[in-house]
């Protein structure tokens, strides 16, 4: 295989570079909808009670927030680990290989 993905087979792969978990990402994200949207229900309850130039403002925050909120619970990690080809490959420490022992193994 000659393409980025067989170069990338023989990358090891660093505990720094690996992508959060999926799940945890979706529980990221719905603690995020409902934070937002409970602001959005203080801008609502806040419009009610509040005189009228700043109950305008409330209700047209509490009208604003659901896309918001929508676009920040859709909003995943595309973040890309940092290539590691920048290193020259001296500098990496490998386990080099040592001698071979031809023989068959019996039972």
Known sequence: M????GQAARRPVLITSAHRARSLDAEQRNKRYLATMAVR?????????????????????AAVIPPMA?????AVDLRRPPDSDDEPASD????????????SVED
Do not use: D, K, Y
């Open 2 to 5: 000659t393409g980025s993905r």
């Open 70 to 74: 929508v676009m920040l619970a859709n």
């Open 41 to 61: 229900v203080v801008c609502f309850l806040g419009g009610v009670v509040a005189p009228t130039p700043w109950n305008w403002v409330l209700f047209v925050g």
């Open 92 to 103: 990496r420490p490998a386990i080099e290989q040592g001698p071979v022992i031809h023989g």
